[in-house]
């Protein structure tokens, strides 16, 4: 068999319980990585986790090897990942209606800057405020962007592979990152070069969101 | 008449070639272009710098508790499963248990009611001889059983039923 965790995930579904530790082991770190960034929070994150696994666990009987076992796993993770960031924006909703006026930009990169480009001129930027500034950028991205940038970035997955996880078309992957990987750079290339605020990033989400 | 122009690169084919996703035609006429035009070259340049900056993102390391904790979730997990799935085989275990105490109870009447036929029971024998006993004190009154026969036989106990029929 050519995807051994493919054999490990074969052997779970027989009742093997040493196998699905050990995929555990490999996949419960990238799961995290991909879903931390994905929303924003490690405690979050941590419980995502778990319920990638348990929907792993549950769905062991009905697993077949028709896919890589890495992009069955994120075809799951997707689908929780969605689930709950829809949860939360409905709650979101819920509890800002009526109070929409109550604050200034929502975008976080732009309030970042405000408060702090007076004090960045074109300079070495330190680590720590090149990860913040990078994490911001990533959070001006949509949620199916975010993914398709994480899968591909630190997954490694192809197209295919992602639009396997994500239910999309090759060509739609294409268009996805290439639109996410130009508003990456419209955030942070000027930044970088300038310490000046980045412009506002094109209109981001809508249109993806209801895609 | 103008030359045809060639095909405008996009910054999505640029990007596909970062991500090593075009054919080989497609990559010869890309790297054909960046020898020539800087401007194309610049804008890949940029869009490189931007994806390896996303290497500055923390990369969280899942720890012993989270491993732990997860497997904890599944083996509760698997325990529902096993409740869940146990219903049945109880169901199972109690029809057979009602059918062995249907058969107990089936077998156990039936054996009251061969002991009832079979042993003597004082009463069943009072019935049998209630009739006797209706007419004890008339039988006493009569030392002849012969004399008795003979008035069955002239049907005169029977008077009485013809004069109410």
Redesign the interface.
Known sequence: MVDPDVHLMLRVRDGDAEAFTELMRRYQGRVLLVLEHLVGSRDWAEDLTQEVFLRVYRARKTYTADAKFVTWLFTITNHVASNALRTKARRREVRLRGAANSSGSGRPLERFLQCSSGQIPARQLDKTEMRDIVRLAMETLNERQRMAVLLNKFEGMSYADIAQAMEMTPQAVKSLLSRARLNLRQMLIPYLETGRPPEAPPSVGAEELAS | MDAPQPPKI???DL??YL?G?LEDAACRWIEKLLMTDPAIRRRLQ??E???E??E???????DDR??R???E??AV??AREVQETSPLQGRRFWVRWLLVLGSLLAAAGLGVAVGWFLTDDPDRQLLEDLPLLENLDCYRQIDDFQFLKGLQERMLFQEDQSDEG
Not at chain 2, 56 to 62: G, I, Q, R, S, T
């Open positions: 996009t910054d999505e990007i596909a991500d996703e940029e869009l710098r931007t994806w900056l996303l500055k993102l923390d990369e969280p390391v899942a989270l491993t904790s997860t497997l979730m599944v997990e698997a």
